[in-house]
């Protein structure tokens, strides 16, 4: 995942050009396939109920981020963490603990994937969390707002729900939604959005296999989101289905297998892809993953 956590000013210089890792590439196009990133970097003070986050740490918007051991189908990312996320950010993030059920956070930071700043202007995040009663799951809410590109002139708005809902003993439900508005960052001067729903069922068959599904739906409206070009054949709705499960077959080695469609529902008018060297517009992935802890 180093292709997706690289900072501006950290693993790649002001510019982006790379610094830590190859300067073939960065994973796209069959180069860089190897590197590394260093994604959280932080310390972390606490009073009582109030904790103070300084540093390089992941954005709290979102649902589990990049840790693969927290998610049952953690094999494979979403296309709303890469893509409709703000990824690792170096700033300050205040939480206050309320009540056993609501927390308060808020803070700002340097923009998102962003160690050094490209334009002096700090963005601010917020978010407030509710958790249900006798543990049955939680509500968080997360919005993030400032200018991130060069100028520092035109607003970005980002927010994330993600309610995750224990059903009974071994039925959990995990809905998540992302929207993201540009100002002015398409030709012409208009506003860029993306829209993103994940749907996620997880089944504790018993204490050590748990199976899993996963649904994403992601409108990338005017086709900038999704791959960098010339991958992205333009705007459309990216679909993944998923289906997996985690093995615990001892508390030190955890066993991972995962199947997964993705298709894409193409606007009118919009050229073949983005799979099978642009000629695609489906692909399936099978995956496994073993998992060691010491």
């Not at 740490?57 to 990049?66: A, D, E, L, V, W």
């Not at 979403?78 to 803070?107: H, M, R």
């Not at 705007?235 to 289905?241: A, I, K």
Request: glycine share 12%.
């Amino acid at each position: 995942d180093y292709v997706f956590l690289q900072a501006r000013g950290l693993e790649t210089r002001s510019d982006l050009s790379p610094k830590w890792n190859s300067a073939t590439g960065v994973g796209f196009g069959g180069v860089g396939l190897m590197g590394l990133a260093m994604p959280q970097l932080y310390a972390e003070v606490a009073y009582r109920d109030m904790k103070v986050k300084l540093g390089h740490f992941y954005h709290p918007g979102g649902f589990i981020g990049f840790d693969p051991v927290k998610g049952v189908l953690g094999n494979t990312n979403t296309y709303t963490l890469i893509y409709n996320s703000n990824l690792p950010v170096t700033g300050a993030l205040a939480e206050w603990k309320a009540s056993d059920q609501l927390t308060f956070g808020g803070g700002f930071h340097r923009g998102s994937a962003n160690w050094e700043d490209n334009n002096n202007e700090l963005s601010g995040v917020g978010f407030v969390i509710w958790r249900f009663p006798c543990d049955k799951g939680s509500f968080k809410y997360v919005f993030d707002i400032g200018a991130e590109d060069d100028t520092g002139l035109n607003t970005e708005y980002y927010q994330s729900i993600v309610l995750d809902w224990k059903l009974n003993e071994r039925l959990t439900y995990v809905f998540q939604s992302h929207y993201r508005n540009i100002q002015n960052s398409l030709p012409g001067g208009g506003d860029d959005n993306f829209y993103s729903v994940v749907n996620r069922l997880a089944y504790e068959v018993n204490e050590k296999t748990i199976v899993g599904v996963r649904y994403e739906w992601f409108d990338d409206t005017n086709g900038t989101a999704i791959f960098p070009p010339p991958i992205n054949p333009g705007p459309g709705v990216w679909h993944e289905l998923s289906f997996g499960g985690t093995y615990k077959y001892c508390p030190n080695i955890w066993l991972r297998p995962q199947i997964r469609w993705d298709w894409f529902d193409a606007d009118a008018g919009v050229g073949p892809g983005p799979w099978g060297d642009g000629t695609e517009r489906s692909r399936f992935i099978a995956s496994f993953s073993l998992f060691t802890f010491f």
